[in-house]
């Protein structure tokens, strides 16, 4: 759906807190100060950079970040925007003016989720209409980016990754207005929509063309307007969308046959993904402790050669982030690297070198 000329754009996004910020991200295994938070996200991007320009593949590249001065990140973060810049990503700053408003301004989990929406206006400023534009969270690998970006729907369609939650699912894990399919769906009844449990719309994979994109964000605009108005709010991203989409602002087209949510380790209680290696697009929430930090440690210290073997075999990948699933041998063996980065961490820690 790309034109020759413009080659499709791959954004990741990250809001670096404030250090007297409340937030809460239940995934990010990392310490809680927000420089640690965001250099184990940042890890994430490089993961996921890779994943893309180690192939060799005609695409863009950017993060949009809100922080200018990389030096705030410590010595870890400033060296891994350092990386990405070596691998050809565009760096661009970005204000978090989207922020979750009213009574959903006072949750700490997923706080920083609506910036996507800044991310879309200051990714998509001077592009070229008939430019796709990527937009995807930080934790994800791409497996067989070719099919993904085959998979670009028609416009003014949105593409999204549709998670198919029971109606009664509580998908946030605080409690929250319109935290399950149905509690979205009568929010919209009263609103004048028409579904009465409408397709809950996930944010780590968004794509369109830069003038729907735009739209997109103003439809969330006025999802957040009309509810002001009755003194309500929603807290997250994936909310704002899923309101859009059951109020008939947006037009979303499901890319689930080449993306997905994929949980990974042996406790997470969700159903398994069947045929994974099939998929193009792994979004792995799981994994940002263990093997998209351990990719990225490879990245930085230039012991790429495997990570290029495993990119060329979809099994191989598979493996190495654990969406093949994990036996006996291959945790003990997890574990043990973790042990290693935390005593390595103290050490550099207490040396001042972090």
Request: proline share 6%; glycine share 8%.
């Amino acid at each position: 759906m790309t034109s020759r000329s413009e080659p499709p754009l791959v954004v990741q996004y990250l809001y670096v807190h404030a250090e007297r910020e409340a937030f809460f991200y239940p995934t990010a295994r990392s310490a809680s100060s927000a420089a640690h938070v965001a250099v184990r996200y940042l890890e994430c991007a490089l993961t996921q950079a890779a994943s893309l320009r180690l192939r060799e593949l005609d695409c863009g590249l950017a993060l949009v970040i809100n922080v200018d001065d990389r030096t705030a990140l410590g010595r870890s973060g400033a060296r891994l925007i350092d990386r990405l810049e070596q691998l050809g990503v565009e760096i661009i700053p970005a204000e978090y003016r989207h922020r979750p408003g009213g009574a959903a301004s006072g949750y700490a989990t997923y706080m920083s989720s609506r910036y996507v929406l800044d991310a879309i206006l200051a990714v998509c400023e001077g592009q070229p209409q008939e430019r796709q534009v990527w937009l995807t969270d930080l934790d994800c690998v791409w497996a067989r980016p070719a099919d993904v970006f085959a998979a670009a729907p028609a416009p003014p369609a949105i593409g999204s990754v549709v998670i198919p939650y029971p109606p009664d699912w509580q998908v946030l894990d605080f409690e929250a207005p319109g935290a399950t399919r149905r509690a979205i769906g009568e929010i919209a009844l009263s609103m004048g929509g028409s579904e009465p449990v409408p397709r809950w719309i996930g944010g780590e994979l968004l794509t369109g063309r830069p003038g729907p994109l735009r739209e997109l964000v103003r439809a969330c605009e006025q999802v957040d307007e009309r509810l002001a108005a009755r003194g309500e709010a929603l807290a997250t991203e994936e909310q704002a969308l899923t309101m859009a989409g059951a109020l008939g602002l947006v037009e979303f087209s499901d890319l689930t046959h080449v993306a997905r949510r994929i949980l990974t380790g042996p406790r997470h209680g969700a159903a398994e993904v069947e045929r994974p290696t099939e998929l193009g697009f792994w979004h792995l929430p799981s994994e940002k402790g263990l093997s998209l930090r351990r990719t990225a440690h490879e990245v930085l210290s230039g012991r790429e050669g495997r990570l290029r073997r495993d990119l060329a075999d979809p099994e191989r990948l598979a493996r190495r982030f654990n969406v093949a699933g994990t036996g006996l041998t291959r945790r003990l063996r997890d574990d043990g690297w973790l042990a290693g980065q935390k005593l390595q961490r103290s050490v550099l820690s207490a040396l001042g070198l972090l």
